[in-house]
């Protein structure tokens, strides 16, 4: 009964986080959102104190039920060992207490000095959402992208296109190191990860060792079978002292299903023989976690160049954009500053994956490896879109809402003469100016003495010059520039934009 | 009982086949080979032998009313993903034209990206009919500055030769004068030689007609009406229809005038775009239901067919026909014509034009003139677009129109699929080099920002 209450819950949760991290859409994020706020991690970063009183009540209630329940890394790797049939695969093994305390350590450690993606590459959360966006994603987006040309073709509005591309070769190899060291662990022997590397379960383990309810072997109904053991995927009962190493058990209830002779038993004391009826026992025992996991989301809801034209139709070839260098990197609205993002952010992905614009991709720099950074080369960050703050479950992006964020500036833009198209082609242009949403551009002449005189242009020697042969050149006011990147990405110059965005190290309202 | 029209015909047999059809439901099949002719009259059979032909006084050129014109060719794509022209399917059309009547073919050095030509000479050649079967139309497109010389526009003429297979034209066309007014003219043909140089070569037989084609500045028309005891201009050709036939703002964009004038100097006249590249065919709904409600079996292009086709002075008129569907339905309105009444005119004219005009449409007959833009846009694609959404309602006009949600969302995927992002109108830069291009003479860098700046609104929610 305590399993396939646990096992239900497992699902759904399971699930829905991971279409809210496939979901490009922003629908999940508007019902979902709350999911990933209370992984443990995001909820400690973001002092989400809500969130960590829910998780420690629970596990101070039901030991490490988060582990099997809410943890979608977990329920993953409980997936992968389902998929292997095989009965009584396990055997009780002792703790491996030196490496899981080393790593707790070193993980507080990069967390305190503000490298966050050092623990990011083994915080479950991060490494669930690494591996979704990274490797499922991408597929998601292709189906999606079949449903989307079948729509079409009926003439539906139904589904969308969405372009899928490869963000960061380092994410994907990241990503498919950790899946298949957890696939191979979890398929062997259960739950070996979450037991011996993952620090949110060693950190549990401490608090579930002082659980108010636990499993408890009755030494004189049990009949030493060893089906328990054998079934125990955290490895954690052994048999022959009778015992349950608390700090590692996740109460997902199968040794309960597997005993034959009612010796274990999820109880608030070691066992004596019991003085309820053992249905009303059951039963209780199944309301009793049912309205915990309920009370917990109850809390958790609180360019181009062509020849001269002399023939008709055809498409220009575009020059596609190459990425552009940068002194300083720029990151988006709501994550305060360069350090606020290193500090905070586990890289899970999220925001990458939900960025509408294809502004968002995984950093490669080693000091804030896979952390998002913005690059304008497939899109801007949009005036109307605050999609990445709504999404960050950790406070490393500060919900904004698009009214702030139109006014945060991240980085201003700067000018690069010879590229321009009005120095280089001796061509009108001014897209940059026209696009800018705050209004930071404006265009001067390229030419000395060039000057308008009511509606007229004139040259130095006040001859009059046609409307579209006056040369004129953008001119940027950094004051006013929010570093959005319209005017990098829209820029007619390519593969290297005439105009592109240098970050600010701080943010600032203007 | 000889006066009865094809339409009459084809209706009374139709009723006839479908009260049989009714009457043998269920009990027998009275067909020999058990086929029941279910699709009715209007999708019999297209005639071979029904096409009206208009007479060309001056050699007597018996020329099929509709004249196929090549320029909407079906297209497929190459191994980069380049469209190239569909030559499989190009002969299948011009063979079936052929067929069914057509013997008049337009095209020109500049269409399809210059490929229009040797796609032509190569469908008539495997069409295996004689040369004499068919009359060719092509043109003098000496577009670009860089071909204002005079060798150059010989250098077209003789490719034009080479190209089509042939050692004469039927119809040559200074193609498309009147956009910028008179200068052109004077660069293009005066100036350098080139239109004395053609006439001479009307003497010489290498062209056996002389003409041009007219869009836009209506001085540069006069300028060649007052010419025409100089240069004897053996037919023009001119765009009119009924929504356009009288034009008050626009002298360039009336058909009455410019039809008028070309009667009044005996002049032929050849009609291109009838349909306004499908604007007058792909319509909304409710002008298709006034259509229907006339004549359910007629299609709505059928309309401006019949319309223009009833002027006696037209020599023929040209259609793009992509699809083999087109085709077929433009063969079955001029097989024959069976003219407008005097009652049908004015409708058309009058209540029906006033309401098409009702839809504010941009003027873009997708005629690719403009392409390629050097920046990568793909103009013609966000205008059909553009007026797609218009047509079917969903340009809202602000966010407290009823369907606003609906339409926003149609609009903004729809925009995505037809025109690749990197083509869209916010990457015009206002370059104006499309500008001299247009033969309708749209502003098209001030409609790219009026489009952007709609597409803006709808994005960031401020319409």
């Known amino acids: ?510 | 009982m000889k006066d009865i029209t094809r339409r009459d015909f084809l209706k009374v047999s139709g009723t006839a086949a479908a009260t049989t059809a009714l009457a043998s439901c269920g009990i027998k099949d009275d067909n020999a080979d058990g086929e029941v002719d279910y699709m009715g009259h209007h999708d019999g059979p297209v005639p071979t032998d029904k096409m009206t032909y208009r007479t060309n006084p001056k050699q007597g050129d018996k020329v099929s009313l509709l004249g196929y014109g090549w320029m909407r060719l079906p297209n497929t794509k190459d191994e980069d993903g380049r469209d190239i022209i569909d030559q499989e399917q190009v002969n299948r059309l011009c063979k079936y034209a052929l067929d069914h009547g057509v013997n008049y073919f337009d095209t020109s050095p500049a269409y399809c990206r210059g490929k229009s030509e040797e796609s032509l000479g190569i469908a008539l050649e495997a069409s295996g009919y004689k040369r004499s079967d068919y009359f060719i139309a092509t043109k003098m497109s000496n577009f670009s500055p860089s071909q204002y010389e005079f060798e150059e526009g010989k250098a077209m003429f003789e490719r034009s030769l080479e190209y089509l297979k042939t050692d004469y034209i039927d119809y040559l066309l200074l193609h498309s004068i009147g956009g910028g007014g008179m200068n052109p003219v004077h660069q293009r043909y005066l100036d350098n030689g080139l239109l004395d140089w053609l006439v001479e070569q009307r003497e010489a037989g290498r062209i056996r007609n002389l003409g041009f084609s007219f869009h836009g500045d209506v001085a540069v028309f006069d300028w060649a009406m007052a010419h025409h005891e100089e240069y004897h201009w053996d037919f023009v050709q001119i765009q009119a229809n009924y929504v356009d036939w009288n034009n008050e703002e626009d002298k360039g964009r009336s058909g009455k005038y410019l039809y008028d004038e070309l009667v009044k100097r005996k002049i032929p006249v050849v009609i291109m775009e009838p349909l306004l590249g499908g604007r007058l065919s792909k319509v909304p709904d409710h002008v298709v239901a006034h259509f229907k409600q006339r004549k359910p079996e007629d299609s709505v292009a059928s309309w401006a067919f019949r319309y223009i086709g009833s002027k006696p002075a037209v020599l023929t008129v040209l259609s793009g026909m992509t699809y083999m569907e087109h085709l077929e339905d433009n063969l079955r309105t001029y097989s024959p014509l069976e003219p407008l009444t005097e009652e049908e005119q004015q409708w058309l004219e009058g209540e029906t034009a006033t309401l098409i005009k009702s839809y504010p449409t941009i003027d873009c007959n997708d005629c690719n003139y403009c392409m390629p833009c050097p920046y990568g846009l793909n103009i013609p694609a966000i205008f059909v677009h553009y007026n797609k959404c218009v047509n079917k309602g969903n340009v809202p006009e602000s966010q407290q129109a009823a369907n606003y949600a609906k339409a926003r969302r149609a609009f903004l995927i729809g925009y995505d699929r037809s025109v690749p992002k990197l083509r869209q109108a916010n990457h015009c830069i206002q370059c104006r080099e499309c500008i001299p291009h247009c033969p309708q003479q749209i502003d098209i860098p001030r409609e790219m920002q009026r489009i952007d700046s709609f597409v803006e609104k709808l994005k960031q929610g401020t319409l």
């Open chain 1, 1 to 510: 009964m305590l399993k396939k209450i646990r096992l239900t819950f497992a699902i759904i949760f399971w699930v829905l986080i991971t279409w809210l991290l496939l979901d490009f859409t922003g629908t999940a994020q508007a019902y979902l959102g709350w999911m990933a706020k209370i992984q443990f991690i995001p909820a400690l970063l973001a002092l989400n104190i809500g969130a960590l009183l829910f998780v420690v009540t629970l596990t101070l209630l039901l030991g490490r039920i988060y582990c099997s329940v809410i943890c979608p890394l977990g329920v993953m790797q409980d997936f992968i060992a389902w998929l292997r049939r095989k009965k009584n695969k396990y055997n009780f093994s002792p703790a491996k207490n030196t490496l899981r305390y080393t790593v707790l350590v070193i993980a507080c450690a990069s967390l305190a000095l503000g490298v966050a993606w050092l623990g990011g590459l083994i915080f479950p959360y991060s490494t669930y959402g690494r591996i979704v966006s990274t490797i499922f994603a991408p597929l998601y987006k292709l189906a999606n992208n079949g449903l989307a040309a079948i729509s079409e073709h009926y003439d539906s509005y139904a589904f969308y296109e969405v372009e899928v591309w490869l963000k960061s070769v380092a994410a994907l190899i990241i990503a498919l190191l950790t899946l298949g060291i957890i696939a191979v662990l979890a398929w062997k022997n259960g739950r070996t990860w979450c037991n011996t590397i993952c620090p949110v379960g060693t950190l549990l383990g401490l608090i579930s060792k002082q659980s108010f309810l636990k499993i408890n072997i009755d030494a004189d109904k049990c009949k030493n079978c060893h089906k328990c053991e054998r079934n125990c995927k955290a490895a954690c009962i052994d048999l022959d002292t009778h015992t349950v190493d608390y700090s590692r058990c996740v109460v997902c209830g199968n040794c309960l299903d597997e005993c034959k002779f009612d010796a274990l038993k999820l109880t608030s004391s070691p066992s004596t023989p019991s003085s309820c009826s053992q249905k009303a026992d059951e039963g209780r025992r199944a309301v009793l976690t049912g309205v915990a996991l309920l009370a917990g989301t109850a809390i958790a809801k609180a360019q181009a160049k062509v020849e001269p034209k002399t023939t008709d139709g055809g498409l220009a070839d575009i020059v596609k954009k190459k990425k552009t260098r940068r002194e300083k990197l720029i990151t988006p609205p709501g994550s305060l500053s360069i350090r606020n993002l290193r500090s905070h952010c586990t890289a899970c992905q999220l925001c990458i994956d939900a960025c509408p614009n294809d502004v968002l991709r995984p950093s490669s720099s080693l000091d804030r490896f896979m952390q998002p950074e913005v690059s304008f080369e497939k899109g801007y960050c949009r005036p109307e879109c605050t999609r990445c703050s709504e999404v960050c479950p950790t406070s490393a992006i500060h919900p904004v809402t698009v009214e702030q964020r139109t006014a945060i500036q991240v980085g201003h833009a700067v000018w690069t003469r010879d590229l321009c198209v009005p120095v280089k082609d001796e061509k009108p242009c001014g897209l940059c100016a026209r696009k800018c949403p705050a209004g930071a551009i404006q265009m001067v002449p390229l030419h000395a003495g060039v000057h308008q005189d009511g509606w007229r242009w004139r040259d130095a020697d006040g001859q009059e010059i046609p409307r579209d042969k006056v040369l004129l050149i953008p001119v940027i006011n950094e004051e006013k520039c929010i570093g959005c990147g319209a005017c990098e990405n829209l820029c007619p110059s390519s593969p290297i934009s005439a105009i592109y965005v240098e970050g600010h190290e701080v943010h600032k309202e203007i």
